[in-house]
């Protein structure tokens, strides 16, 4: 086996006896890239010299020392390029500064490899709107990877990463990894710090772990976790050891099967899988006990007012003043952030943007946003609710496997409504994790990955990762 | 709730985005599709709920007040489109008197 298709934990192992080096696993990421990137598409940027130099410095006591890491294109790296997968900052925009979770994962000897490719400034589902290039799905080549973390997603899969961040505002961790057959890991609102993350929507946004087994996740979340004063809104309470009850399994725990995510509009097969995965917890001695989310339903209009909204006011400093795209020959200062935003940015940025300062102009705000905002309590308490008798929650991931390329185009309103199961999870500030839980026969005869989505409360990682470790296939 | 149509062009200029005409029809039918969807909300009795901003506690966050490194400005200027003297250069701002 290839030490690009190995996990952190097990290339841990291998260090710390010496069977192998930092640069070795740098070494094979480098041969799997440059046989397979070309076709996958999953990187933007590699910095294989730089890499090759960190890991022959690397620190193999600390906690992910000599392990390289893959870094989604809206996570800042000091001194690399951050295009957040827009033509508004791909002609040359260069980091000053390092994100907090990168600072982290320095700090915890990591070898920092490469910027995945996403959705441009992290909108969509797909990782079809990226204004850069295309990344293919590795279990299929005709099918698109998931969005928006879709970069990091198929690099896991195709064994051109060992693991990677990405970002989750509705589901764009989760997704991908459901679509592409590996564990992803959306953290608890609060629980890592976002300074350094392009921001999309700053009350649903968390930075998160793409890995190839849950252990793998609870070694990643350990190095990102914790509190950052430059963030007011990443908590400041005490990181848990994530590793510590991974393997005490689920029995005697409540999980909770919420009867509005296994309704009409899920791919019968999709379903299937999930109940498996659900009766293998059941046989692992987890009881199992449906519930009602009663305002599931809402979550798709109560998330695409309160995304684009924060999206709006955030992508406002993207004008053309300070950084990226500016338009030539402006004849005012107002022509040029007109024409600079209209040349940066694709269309699914501006159809966001003008959702968003459509809902927060006056006359609307309180019809449409203050609403929105009612609305996301309601969702709230129903979890709240729940998590007063369960333990934790599973669901689907998404309705179906992951589509053909192309599919969607031109109909934005159904890929917002694939996002059904993920995005109440981001309402609510909930920790939740895609564990893949099987797959289903496409009609072309490839097998496409599912995933079994698990929720649990806020900040309760620690039960998460023990049943998405019962839950592992 | 809202009944109104969506005037894309002005929305667009309130987000200060120049779009063409193609642009201007796909959003007006895309976005009226999408504004269709979230009427739903509509039709769910609110009264007397809190909205949430935020799914955690935020609280401001205070600092001593002290002097201390930043980012340089060349490190800041060299992302700059245009600059001059140490400064980010734009179109000017005030018109002659």
């Given at each position: 086996?290839?030490?690009?298709?190995a996990?952190?934990?097990?290339?841990?192992?291998?260090?710390l006896?010496?069977?192998?080096?930092?640069?070795?696993?740098?070494?094979?990421l480098?041969?799997?890239?440059s046989?397979?990137?070309?076709?996958?598409?999953?990187?933007l940027?590699t910095?294989?010299d730089?890499?090759?130099?960190?890991?022959?410095?690397?620190?193999l006591?600390?906690?992910?020392?000599?392990?390289?890491?893959?870094?989604?294109d809206?996570?800042?790296?000091?001194?690399?390029?951050c295009?957040?997968?827009s033509?508004?900052?791909?002609?040359?925009?260069?980091?000053p500064?390092?994100a907090?979770?990168t600072?982290?994962?320095?700090?915890?000897?990591?070898?920092?490899?490469?910027?995945t490719n996403?959705?441009?400034?992290?909108?969509?589902?797909?990782?079809?709107?990226?204004?850069?290039m295309v990344?293919?799905?590795?279990r299929?080549?005709?099918r698109?990877?998931g969005?928006?973390?879709?970069?990091?997603?198929?690099?896991?899969?195709?064994?051109?990463?060992i693991?990677?961040?990405?970002?989750?505002?509705g589901?764009?961790i989760?997704?991908?990894?459901?679509?592409?057959?590996?564990v992803g890991?959306?953290?608890s609102?609060g629980?890592?710090?976002r300074?350094?993350?392009?921001?999309?929507?700053?009350?649903?946004?968390?930075?998160?772990?793409?890995?190839?087994?849950?252990?793998?996740?609870?070694?990643?979340l350990?190095?990102?976790?914790?509190?950052d004063?430059r963030?007011?809104?990443?908590?400041?309470?005490?990181?848990p050891?994530?590793s510590?009850?991974?393997?005490?399994?689920?029995?005697g725990?409540k999980?909770?099967?919420?009867?509005?995510?296994?309704?009409?509009?899920?791919?019968?097969?999709?379903?299937?899988?999930?109940?498996?995965?659900v009766?293998r917890?059941?046989?692992?001695?987890a009881?199992?006990?449906?519930i009602?989310?009663?305002?599931?339903?809402?979550?798709?209009?109560?998330?695409?007012?309160?995304?684009?909204?924060?999206?709006?006011?955030n992508?406002?400093?993207?004008?053309?003043?300070r950084?990226?795209?500016?338009?030539?020959?402006?004849?005012d200062?107002l022509?040029?952030?007109?024409?600079?935003?209209?040349e940066?940015?694709?269309?699914?940025?501006?159809?966001?943007?003008i959702?968003?300062?459509?809902?927060?102009s006056?006359?609307?705000y309180d019809?449409?946003y203050?609403?929105?905002?009612?609305?996301?309590t309601?969702i709230?308490?129903?979890?709240?609710?729940?998590?007063?008798?369960m333990?934790?929650?599973?669901?689907?991931?998404?309705?179906?496997?992951?589509?053909?390329l192309?599919?969607?185009?031109?109909?934005?309103?159904?890929?917002?409504?694939?996002?059904?199961?993920?995005?109440?999870?981001?309402l609510a500030?909930?920790?939740?994790?895609s564990?893949?839980?099987g797959t289903?026969?496409?009609?072309?005869?490839?097998?496409l990955?599912?995933?079994?989505?698990?929720?649990?409360?806020?900040?309760?990682e620690?039960?998460?990762l023990?049943?998405?470790?019962?839950?592992?296939? | 709730?809202?009944?109104?149509?969506?005037?894309?062009?002005?929305?667009?200029?309130?987000?200060?985005?120049?779009?063409n005409?193609?642009?201007?029809?796909?959003?007006?039918?895309?976005?009226?599709?999408i504004?269709?969807?979230?009427?739903s909300?509509?039709?769910?009795?609110?009264?007397?709920?809190?909205?949430?901003?935020?799914?955690?506690p935020?609280?401001?966050?205070?600092?001593?007040?002290?002097?201390?490194?930043?980012i340089?400005?060349?490190a800041?200027?060299?992302?700059?489109?245009?600059?001059?003297?140490?400064?980010?250069?734009?179109?000017k701002v005030i018109?002659?008197?």
């Amino acid at each position: 086996m290839s030490l690009a298709s190995a996990s952190i934990s097990s290339l841990r192992k291998q260090l710390l006896a010496g069977d192998i080096t930092a640069v070795e696993i740098v070494d094979a990421l480098a041969a799997s890239v440059s046989a397979r990137n070309e076709e996958i598409g999953a990187y933007l940027s590699t910095n294989l010299d730089d890499a090759r130099a960190q890991a022959a410095a690397a620190d193999l006591s600390k906690p992910l020392g000599g392990i390289p890491i893959a870094l989604k294109d809206n996570i800042n790296v000091l001194g690399q390029p951050c295009t957040c997968g827009s033509k508004f900052l791909s002609a040359g925009y260069t980091s000053p500064y390092d994100a907090h979770v990168t600072g982290l994962l320095r700090d915890a000897g990591a070898v920092l490899y490469g910027r995945t490719n996403l959705d441009e400034f992290a909108m969509g589902s797909a990782t079809e709107n990226s204004a850069l290039m295309v990344t293919r799905n590795p279990r299929d080549t005709t099918r698109i990877p998931g969005g928006s973390s879709g970069g990091s997603a198929a690099a896991v899969a195709a064994d051109l990463a060992i693991a990677a961040l990405g970002s989750d505002t509705g589901g764009s961790i989760r997704q991908p990894a459901s679509h592409c057959g590996i564990v992803g890991l959306k953290p608890s609102y609060g629980r890592v710090s976002r300074y350094g993350l392009v921001a999309f929507a700053s009350s649903l946004d968390q930075i998160g772990p793409m890995t190839k087994s849950v252990e793998d996740a609870a070694l990643l979340l350990q190095a990102i976790a914790g509190p950052d004063h430059r963030d007011s809104t990443c908590l400041n309470v005490p990181v848990p050891d994530y590793s510590a009850d991974l393997h005490k399994g689920v029995a005697g725990m409540k999980l909770g099967i919420p009867k509005e995510y296994f309704g009409e509009g899920i791919d019968p097969e999709v379903r299937a899988r999930v109940e498996e995965a659900v009766k293998r917890l059941e046989a692992a001695g987890a009881e199992i006990v449906e519930i009602s989310l009663p305002h599931t339903e809402h979550a798709v209009a109560t998330y695409y007012i309160i995304a684009p909204a924060e999206a709006s006011s955030n992508l406002s400093r993207f004008d053309g003043i300070r950084y990226g795209q500016r338009a030539a020959a402006p004849k005012d200062l107002l022509d040029l952030y007109q024409r600079s935003r209209e040349e940066g940015f694709g269309p699914e940025v501006k159809r966001r943007i003008i959702l968003g300062t459509y809902v927060l102009s006056s006359g609307y705000y309180d019809a449409y946003y203050t609403r929105a905002q009612k609305v996301r309590t309601l969702i709230r308490r129903d979890f709240e609710d729940a998590f007063q008798k369960m333990d934790a929650i599973l669901t689907p991931v998404a309705p179906a496997p992951a589509r053909k390329l192309g599919e969607n185009s031109g109909d934005p309103l159904h890929e917002y409504l694939s996002d059904i199961f993920t995005l109440a999870p981001n309402l609510a500030g909930l920790c939740a994790i895609s564990v893949p839980a099987g797959t289903v026969a496409s009609d072309t005869g490839t097998q496409l990955p599912v995933g079994l989505q698990i929720l649990a409360p806020h900040l309760a990682e620690s039960t998460l990762l023990r049943v998405a470790k019962a839950a592992e296939i | 709730m809202a009944t109104e149509h969506i005037d894309v062009r002005y929305v667009a200029g309130l987000s200060r985005l120049e779009l063409n005409e193609e642009e201007c029809a796909v959003f007006q039918r895309q976005l009226e599709a999408i504004l269709g969807h979230v009427e739903s909300l509509a039709a769910l009795d609110v009264t007397g709920i809190e909205p949430t901003s935020y799914p955690a506690p935020v609280y401001d966050v205070m600092r001593e007040d002290e002097p201390r490194e930043s980012i340089p400005t060349e490190a800041v200027l060299a992302n700059a489109p245009d600059q001059a003297q140490g400064q980010i250069r734009v179109p000017k701002v005030i018109a002659d008197a």
